[in-house]
C-alpha cells in the first residue's frame, strides 16, 4: 500500500482528505453511514463567538456541476462547540479543526483566544465573513484589511492557524502574501465564490440575500489553477479545495502544490465520498508507482 500520511504545520494526517466547513457540521450524521475515523481530518462548521441562526429562506440551490448555499453560518456558538462538539468529535482517530468566522475584529480575536485554549488540532480563520463595522466588505477582499485580522488573531491563537482564503479577493496572490506575512502558518484555498441565481417565474432572485456562494465541480479548474498560483508564491503550506469530487482530483491538487485538501459539495451528492476518496487515492498511487503522497506534493 502507498504511504498517504502527509503533514502541514507539524501536524501529521494519516492521509490528505480532510471534510471541508460547511459540508460536514461536526462529523455526527456522517459518522453514522462510515468510520469519519479514516479520514486525515475534520473541518468543523464555521463557528461564531455567539450562536446564529442563519439566514431566511432558501439555503441550497442546485446548479449545472456544483450548487449554491447561502445558509449564513448557522450554528452553536463556540461557547457550545467547546463544551459539547469536541468531546463528540475527540471520539475519532482524526485531526479536528476548528473554522470560526467573525463580523468584527473583536469576534475575530475573543473567539480564537477561546479555541486556542481548546482541545482542537488547529484553528481554520474564514476570513470571506462581512465586516459589520465596515460597511459589509468581507475581510478577504483586500490585503492590508485581511492582514489586519490574522496579526491580531496571531497574538492570542497558540495553535497552527490556518487562514482560508476567498477566491473574491481582489488578488489572491497578494492576499496569501500578506497573510502570510501577519502571521498565518498555513492557508486554505479556495472558499466558494460569489454569484446568483433568479426565480423567473417570480421574477425574483431564489435567495434572500440576493448573493450566494457557489462550490462545486465548476468551479475546480479555477480553484486548482488558483492553488498553484499561490503555492508558488508563499513559503508556508497549502490545503487545496474547490470542487474535488475524486481521487484524480485530490491528486492534481496535490501536484500542483497542495500539502492536503478538503472535500466539501461532493459530501452532499456522495454522503461516503471521503472513504470512497480515501480508498481510490491509495489504488491510483499504487497505478502510478507513488511511493508516497508526499513526493507528488508541487511536483510541478
Known amino acids: 500500500m502507498a504511504n498517504l500520511q502527509t503533514s502541514v504545520n507539524g501536524i501529521p494526517f494519516k492521509n ?46 442546485e446548479t449545472p456541476s456544483g450548487m449554491m448555499n447561502s445558509v449564513g453560518l448557522q450554528n452553536p456558538g463556540i461557547e457550545a462547540f467547546i463544551e459539547h462538539y469536541i468531546p463528540v468529535m475527540r471520539q475519532w482517530d482524526t485531526v479536528l479543526i476548528a473554522n470560526m468566522g467573525g463580523h468584527s475584529m473583536d469576534d475575530y480575536v475573543t473567539g480564537a483566544s477561546m479555541l486556542s485554549e481548546a482541545d482542537i488540532d488547529m484553528l481554520e480563520l474564514n476570513i470571506s465573513c462581512p465586516n ?8 478577504g477582499i483586500k490585503a492590508e484589511v485581511a492582514a489586519e485580522v490574522v496579526a491580531a488573531v496571531r497574538k492570542v491563537c497558540h495553535k497552527p492557524l490556518i487562514v482560508k482564503l476567498s477566491p473574491n479577493a481582489e488578488n489572491i496572490v497578494e492576499m496569501a502574501k500578506a497573510c502570510e506575512g501577519a ?14 441565481a433568479i426565480d423567473i417565474h417570480r421574477r425574483k432572485p431564489i435567495f434572500n440575500n440576493v448573493y450566494a456562494g457557489l462550490s462545486g465541480a465548476a468551479i475546480r479548474p479555477i480553484a486548482l489553477r488558483m492553488v498553484h498560483s499561490v503555492a508558488k508564491a508563499v513559503k508556508i503550506p497549502v490545503i487545496g479545495l ?21 472535500i466539501g459539495t461532493v459530501n452532499f451528492t456522495t454522503p461516503d ?11 491510483l498511487c499504487e497505478q502510478e508507482h507513488i511511493e508516497s503522497i508526499q513526493d507528488i506534493v508541487g511536483i510541478l
Open 273 to 283: 465520498a471521503g472513504k470512497i476518496i480515501v480508498e481510490e487515492l491509495n489504488t
Open 242 to 262: 474547490g470542487g474535488i469530487t475524486s481521487a484524480e482530483d485530490a491528486l492534481a491538487f496535490m501536484m500542483a502544490g497542495a500539502s492536503a485538501v478538503q
Open 16 to 61: 490528505p482528505i480532510i471534510a471541508a466547513s460547511g459540508t460536514f457540521g461536526f462529523g455526527e450524521e456522517y459518522h453514522q453511514l462510515f468510520d469519519v475515523s479514516c479520514l486525515g481530518g475534520i473541518s468543523s462548521k464555521g463557528l461564531t463567538l455567539k450562536p446564529k441562526d442563519g439566514n431566511l429562506g432558501i439555503r441550497v440551490y
Open 183 to 196: 502571521g498565518a502558518d498555513s492557508l486554505s484555498l479556495i472558499n466558494t465564490f460569489q454569484a446568483m
Open 132 to 139: 459589520v463595522k465596515s460597511g459589509g466588505m468581507a475581510f
